[in-house]
């Protein structure tokens, strides 16, 4: 399996940047898992647009959605000049009505509703998921392939239950938008020591550190976490690449 960071900003990307958005690779398969603001721009310098398979979605608030509607004009635009591509399926739950049914174009890409209690099979990736506690209803992820398993939170303040939820992962990439100390909780999101909680409870080989602040200096964030997460510490960066 082979992940590649394409953004990983919090709230909105900073210049040349994009928010949430991470491209999954197994047996020739690409899975896009968020699609947040600047996204598109990112992606193409990983791979053509016309070569993702399945798209994914943790929750619709705009940094994890922003650019469904330019992939699907861009996706229509390749269609009309000649490119003979499928409906594009862009998986997401269905608890808002709203934000679902815009993952759906017409002959361009199918909204697809994924049961949160249940085992999801996109291509050769086998996805669970957990709710996770955010303003907005959220499912964190645990992406299996090959003998692989990766661990995306999403978005959500501290919960216990990652602990069970990312055991043994190989890598646990977790939002961390607080500083060591901060009240994360109230906003939905997770500082460096609770993110560095889980990996070391878990017991994870890596750590990588996501949908960052835009506030103070973000390197400060890998330190405070290995005070607590004596494992591999990573962070996130546009195209950062893991590969197992």
Not at 35 to 50: F, H, K, R, T
Not at 109 to 117: E, G, I, L, S
Not at 207 to 225: C, K, R, Y
Request: with cysteine; net charge negative; glycine share 8%.
């Amino acid at each position: 399996m082979k992940v590649t960071v394409i953004g990983y900003w919090g709230a909105f990307p900073k210049k040349n940047e994009a928010t949430s958005c991470y491209l999954f690779e197994h047996d020739g398969f690409r899975l896009l898992v968020d699609c947040g603001s600047g996204a598109l721009a990112q992606l193409q310098n990983v791979i053509d647009i016309e070569q993702i398979d399945a798209v994914i979605i943790s929750h619709y608030h705009h940094d994890h959605v922003a650019d469904i509607g330019p992939l699907q004009y861009a996706r229509l635009i390749k269609k009309n000049l000649g490119a003979h591509l499928p409906e594009l399926p862009i998986y997401g739950h269905s608890f808002d009505r709203d934000g679902f049914a815009r993952l759906a174009h017409k002959g361009v890409t199918k909204a697809v509703a994924y049961d949160p209690n249940d085992e999801l099979h996109i291509g050769p990736f086998t996805i669970t998921f957990m709710p996770t506690e955010h303003p907005a209803v959220c499912y964190a992820m645990r992406i299996h392939a090959g003998e692989k398993t990766v661990v995306y939170t999403a978005d959500s303040s501290y919960l216990p239950e990652f602990v069970l939820f990312a055991k043994h992962a190989d890598v646990l990439i977790c939002e961390c938008n607080f500083y060591a100390g901060q009240h994360a909780k109230q906003a939905g999101h997770m500082t460096s020591e609770e993110a560095a909680t889980i990996a070391r409870d878990a017991g994870v080989k890596t750590l990588l550190l996501t949908h960052l602040p835009h506030f103070g200096n973000v390197e400060q964030l890998v330190d405070e976490a290995k005070t607590i997460f004596h494992g591999d510490v990573q962070l996130a960066k546009t195209r950062w690449t893991w590969e197992g």
